[in-house]
């Protein structure tokens, strides 16, 4: 079993930074990808970045690209989503999700792959 509980998120203006952490409870987390998914009002779920259980890979969604880096520290049990120069359709609220599931780049991408999920955290971006 994993706990997921991320925080940092806040309102900020446009071209600023924040930094999101995803904490984790559970001795198996270590063997777990992560992604980061965001929902905004009214939209459907988007994935943001995910990163596999060593490190090793990452990915990222079109939008973020370039602007959002993801990272993790296994002896911390916590994922960082590093947010640089966010826009205001950065505002939504964002989810970390734990899974276990094969290293295949796909699998990252789409929200049934991951069986944990936390509360989400909400990230405001001014204009």
């Known amino acids: 079993q994993v706990q997921l509980v991320e925080s940092g998120g806040g309102l900020v203006q446009a071209g600023g930074s924040l930094r999101l952490a995803c904490a984790a409870s559970?001795?198996?987390?270590?063997?777990?990808?992560v992604g980061w998914f965001r929902q905004a009002p009214g939209k459907e779920r988007e994935f943001v970045a995910g990163?596999?259980?060593?490190?090793?890979?990452?990915y990222y969604g079109d939008s973020v690209k370039d602007r959002f880096t993801i990272s993790r520290d296994n002896a911390k049990k916590t994922v960082y989503l590093q947010m640089n120069s966010l826009k205001p359709e950065d505002t939504a609220v964002y989810y970390c999700?734990?899974?276990?599931?094969?290293?295949?780049?796909?699998?990252?991408?789409?929200?049934?792959?991951?069986?944990?999920w936390g509360q989400g955290t909400q990230v405001i971006v001014s204009s």
């Open positions: 999700a734990a899974g276990n599931f094969p290293n295949y780049s796909g699998n990252y991408y789409t929200g049934p792959s991951y069986q944990y």
């Open positions: 559970g001795r198996t987390f270590r063997s777990h990808a």
């Open positions: 990163i596999s259980w060593s490190g090793g890979s990452t």
